[in-house]
């Protein structure tokens, strides 16, 4: 085992106990509505357990989660044999319960091989319509759970039983769950997160989500028969709660709807890897929360509206393989985004004219990506002066003139600075010695007899490619964000699924 496969095992363990430890603590703090009062029935079931040394559960609740959890893994799970008391002394690995008025209730059911002893899926796993009984279900979560060769659709019934609890609702990595996103999730008035990730869901998205007043999470990526608009009613005004939109990865069609800049409380929105066109809707300047805006690898056009300049909280701007946007880089008004933005990802995006020397202020900047576009015109010297700079593309323009950096910035950049193929750009040898020169550059022709050959010519053979940075970071923190008390297992679920 290396080193740091262990170190991930070690973590996953301490992730495990911590599970442990957790559950043992805060299994009886399920808050108490008040909705059920004492019934005659409730008091002689907890009397009945008391005296059988079991947690107090009403016999239609255990039963149901028995025949909820047996479809899914399979017949030959004996429940009541192997687990008795499922919310008292022979706990469910991935189940944890609530107490309401004395009684024990599933409150959670969290499914897929996520650690050693995890409820996993049977080959012909299914959903149960008991499942839909469990009406303190407040998370439901399933990771690789239905393989290719078993294709499953999301039950479109029954979810309104669940309206009043359900509040974290995941299935991820599925390939086998299939067929549409049903409307009836928009029935789930009480979901805080929703999450559809990498399963094979086809249509479209359903308006009806538009309906869930208390969202605070929305994940629908990966799900490549996914098509269709953005509905505009997720712009829902009622919306103010919505953090995080990730509906990368689809094959999402038509254009922005401006509505969404009424998710004034958004922090991340991430609509990359599909394929929507139009413009970028001057709404989406409201967004002053925003830290991520990735919209990669779509056909957008309209060029880069200036109003995006205002967003100021923005820490990850990303529009690049959008290579019909078009447009010129705002000549004024970097400096207000100085203080946060630190990646700027405007590769391959048709941009042209030049590159403005207000870019400089952008004090927190550390990823610059300008390549693949036609711009035009010098380099301004002042880009070197960026404090924070660790990677610069500037490749594949059409850039022109002598480049002004100092010696030390090629020497600490390396191959993180680009700036080869811009036909038309050189370096001034008197400013610095060949050793140290960018590559793929010439020297200037004014100091140097024609012929001469600039440093390393053939050393930027690698770069980078404009289909690079459909890769980079950003959305992959998204995953933990948005952690609440209610969507502690999933978020366990997903640490786990990465850890292990
Ligand atoms: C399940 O376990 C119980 C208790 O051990 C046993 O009585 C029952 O027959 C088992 N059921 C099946 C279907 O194996
Ligand atoms: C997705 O479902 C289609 C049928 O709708 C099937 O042909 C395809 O193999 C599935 N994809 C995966 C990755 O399982
Ligand atoms: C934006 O963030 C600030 C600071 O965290 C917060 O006080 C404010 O409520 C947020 N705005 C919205 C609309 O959520
Ligand atoms: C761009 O998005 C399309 C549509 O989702 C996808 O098929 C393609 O693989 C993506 N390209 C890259 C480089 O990620
Ligand atoms: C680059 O600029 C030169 C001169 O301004 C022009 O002739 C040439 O067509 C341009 N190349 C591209 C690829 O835009």
Excluded at 88 to 117: R, T
Excluded at 173 to 199: D, F, H, K, M, Y
Excluded at 296 to 312: E, H
Excluded at 438 to 466: D, H, I, N, T, Y
Aim: hydrophobic fraction near 40%.
């Amino acid at each position: 085992m290396s080193p740091t496969r262990r170190g991930r095992r070690m973590v996953a363990l301490g992730l495990a106990l911590l599970l442990v430890v957790l559950r043992a603590c805060c299994a009886g703090q399920g808050v108490d509505d008040g909705s059920e009062s004492d019934s005659p029935a409730a008091a002689a079931a907890a009397a009945a357990a008391a005296s059988a040394g079991t947690a107090p559960m009403e016999e239609k609740q255990r039963a149901a989660l028995y025949a909820a959890i047996e479809g899914f893994v399979g017949k030959d799970w004996n429940g009541s044999g192997l687990y008795p008391d499922p919310c008292g002394w022979s706990p469910i690995q991935g189940v944890s319960c609530d107490l309401f008025n004395g009684l024990w209730y599933p409150s959670s059911i969290s499914i897929g091989p996520v650690l050693d002893n995890s409820l996993q899926c049977a080959p012909d796993a299914k959903f149960s319509p008991q499942l839909f009984d469990l009406r303190r279900l407040r998370t439901l979560s399933f990771y690789s759970c239905f393989p290719a060769n078993n294709p499953t659709a999301i039950p479109a019934a029954g979810w309104e039983k669940l309206s009043g609890t359900l509040e974290t609702l995941e299935f991820r990595t599925n390939p086998g769950l299939a067929g549409a996103i049903p409307a009836s999730l928009g029935r789930l008035a009480s979901l805080q997160s929703l999450v559809l990730v990498e399963n094979n869901l086809t249509g479209g998205i359903p308006a009806e989500l538009g309906a869930l007043a208390k969202l605070r999470r929305l994940v629908i990526s990966g799900n490549y028969g996914l098509s269709g608009p953005i509905p505009a009613t997720l712009g829902n005004d009622r919306h103010d709660q919505l953090l995080i939109v990730d509906l990368s990865k689809n094959r999402l069609t038509g254009s922005l709807p401006p509505s969404l800049g009424a998710l004034r409380g958004l922090l991340k929105m991430d609509l990359s890897n599909n394929l929507l066109q139009g413009s970028i809707p001057p709404s989406l300047g409201e967004l002053k929360n925003l830290t991520l805006l990735d919209l990669r690898n779509n056909s957008l056009t309209g060029g880069l509206p200036a109003f995006i300049l205002g967003m100021s909280s923005l820490q990850d701007l990303l529009l690049s393989n959008n290579p019909q946007l078009g447009g010129t880089l705002p000549a004024s008004g970097w400096e207000k985004m100085s203080g946060n933005l630190a990646t700027l990802d405007l590769s391959n995006a048709g941009l042209t004219g030049a590159i403005p020397e207000s870019m400089a202020a952008l004090s927190g900047l550390r990823f610059l990506a300008l390549d693949h576009n036609r711009l035009t015109g010098s380099v301004p010297a002042a880009l070197a002066r960026l404090p924070s700079i660790g990677a610069m593309y500037l490749n594949g323009n059409n850039l022109t003139g002598a480049l002004a950096f100092a010696p030390g910035f090629y020497q600490r950049m390396g191959r993180r600075f680009a700036s080869w193929d811009n036909p038309g750009l050189c370096y001034d040898v008197a400013a610095v010695d060949a050793a140290h020169a960018p590559a793929g550059v010439v020297v200037c022709k004014s100091l140097q007899e024609p012929g001469g050959g600039g440093g390393g010519g053939e050393e930027g053979g690698g770069g980078r490619k404009p289909e690079a940075s459909s890769s980079l970071m950003a959305s992959s923190s998204s995953a933990l964000a948005g952690l609440s008390a209610a969507g502690f297992w999933s978020v366990a679920a997903v640490l786990g699924a990465v850890l292990l």
